[in-house]
């Protein structure tokens, strides 16, 4: 007998679905003028689901496709912060623009409903439904400014690269259907124990399912997407795009293979691994010749989920705390890092050189005293967030042995403080720029915020790292 779903563990999403609808009527009917309307409304969805995330019990339902443990809880909370700050970071951007588009916010909150399904999915069915709901949002969003060619491009190029992506991870869990006889994580899990490796159609379909996955996360060497789309979408787009959906991203890549493949780990580990180390490589050296800091941000997110995924490539229970902890310190050096992107604004309209920030301690102190510390933490320099971070995926990278991939991803992190600390040079010795527009208040306290959680990490490293190593210990 069929059995009801217990709809009260997907409170969070249900109340991101019928808001989104609500907002979507208010916008259709009102249209463009509600803009001010809808954007407060979808802070407001966004954290009544944030409510609903912390205060909501655990549990598995939808025939267990649906998921809620203190993994999901902890990524959802990433994931609503990271879209909340989006929206709130677009704000004045969309003033100086006349940007007043309504579908904006509404496809932030749809985009991150797809999220939170990606999360909370026990099943490659659920992981693909989650992925494309996201997936279809953010090609649109990509693309929202029509009359801007290189928004068009940029909405073109990632539909069309994200379809092929998406083709991939459908082959490699139609793959694992016909090698496992399931779809569900449990089931794949229970059927591949006790087999010392897997089989050679069994790894096919880890690697296309891993493909599709690494597409979504910007990682190598499906990253191709990603500086251009970085540059040619809006600002507001490309701050929102850096942060909430890597993580959900990364989080059915650590679902996928510490839960359905955990018993063949050795055959996806290699995998992960070369995919660390190639991401970490590429964002240290492609970077440096970069000018236009949307593009170096690009190349930056690439090394930054190589260094992530180094802590999965463990395979351990201390390896996704390490990721863990690095996604929640990533979402905040990010968020930061656009929020000083954003104010790079002048009479005539954005910029986005690297050396319009020339000079800007004697323009804008306090905007580059917390821009410097930020990309001190980016480079992983202690005693800054950044630092920590790298430092808990490293040391599981060692405990699993991986001596060498620590060591290299050391070396990449070396190589990739040369563009950091290139842009601190610029803001702190060379000749004054024309200095930016007055920061507005909202951007003030995004960096205020993020700028002080990524200095004073090690004063809430504690309850971090406990609550990073209490949703790591719910996949093991």
């Known amino acids: 007998m069929f059995a ?12 991101l679905a019928i808001g989104s609808l609500v907002l979507l009527m208010i916008g259709a009917f009102g249209g463009d003028r509600t803009y001010r309307t809808v954007t407060g409304l979808s802070v407001v969805v966004l954290l009544l689901a944030l409510v609903a995330v912390i205060w909501g019990r655990e549990g598995t339902t939808f025939e267990g496709a649906f998921v809620v443990d203190g993994f999901a809880r902890f990524l959802k909370v990433l994931a609503l912060i990271g879209s909340a700050s989006a929206i709130v970071m677009s704000l004045a951007y969309v003033r100086a623009e006349k940007f007043e588009r309504y579908e904006f916010p509404v496809l932030i909150v749809i985009a991150t409903l797809g999220m939170m399904l990606m999360i909370s999915a026990g099943d490659l069915i659920g992981v693909y439904l989650g992925l ?22 940029a909405g073109l190029k990632y539909f069309v690269l994200g379809a092929l992506s998406s083709g991939m991870l459908l082959y490699g869990a139609s793959l694992t259907y016909g090698f496992t006889g399931h779809t569900d994580f449990a089931g794949i899990a229970a059927s591949l124990a006790g087999a010392e490796r897997a089989s050679l159609g069994l790894v096919f379909g880890i690697v296309f399912l891993l493909a599709g996955v690494a597409f979504k996360v910007s990682a190598v060497p499906f990253h191709m997407w990603t500086p251009d789309v970085y540059e040619g979408a809006p600002t507001p ?22 839960e359905a493949f955990h018993p063949v780990t050795h055959d996806w580990q290699q995998i992960v691994a070369f995919i ?16 236009n800091i949307k593009r170096l941000m690009a190349y930056s997110s690439i090394g930054h989920m190589g260094y992530a995924l180094t802590g999965l490539a463990a395979g351990t229970e201390t390896g ?4 863990l902890i ?29 050396y319009e920030l020339a000079g800007l301690s004697r323009t804008n102190l306090p905007m580059a005293f917390l821009l410097g510390m930020i990309m001190f933490s980016l480079a992983g320099i202690p005693p800054f967030a950044g630092f920590f971070a790298k430092y808990f995926v490293f040391m599981a990278a060692v405990q699993a042995g991986l001596y060498w991939l620590a060591v ?43 700028g002080l959680f990524t200095i004073l990490f090690v ?18």
């Open 132 to 153: 494309e709901l996201q997936s279809l949002a953010l090609y649109v969003i990509a693309a929202i400014n029509r009359d801007d060619v290189r928004g068009t491009e």
């Open 320 to 323: 996704v705390q390490g990721v």
């Open 4 to 15: 009801m779903p217990d709809f009260g563990l997907a409170a969070p999403e249900l109340i």
């Open 237 to 258: 787009v490309t701050a929102f795009f850096a942060a909430a959906p890597k993580i959900a991203a990364m989080a059915i890549f650590i679902r996928i293979v510490m």
């Open 326 to 354: 690095y996604l929640a310190t990533y979402l905040a050096m990010t968020a930061g890092a656009f929020a000083c992107i954003l104010a790079m604004r002048r009479e005539e309209g954005m910029v986005e050189d690297i």
């Open 276 to 291: 660390a180390l190639a991401s970490m490589v590429l964002g240290a050296f492609a970077a440096i010749g970069q000018r």
């Open 459 to 476: 004063l809430v490293s504690g309850p971090i790292a406990s609550a990073a190593a209490a949703a790591a210990k719910t996949l093991f």
């Open 408 to 450: 290299l991803g050391v070396l990449a992190s070396v190589v990739g403080a040369y563009y950091y600390l290139r842009i601190v040079k610029v803001m702190f010795f060379d000749e004054p720029a024309r200095p930016f527009q007055p920061m507005p208040l909202e951007l003030k306290a995004v960096l205020g915020v993020a």
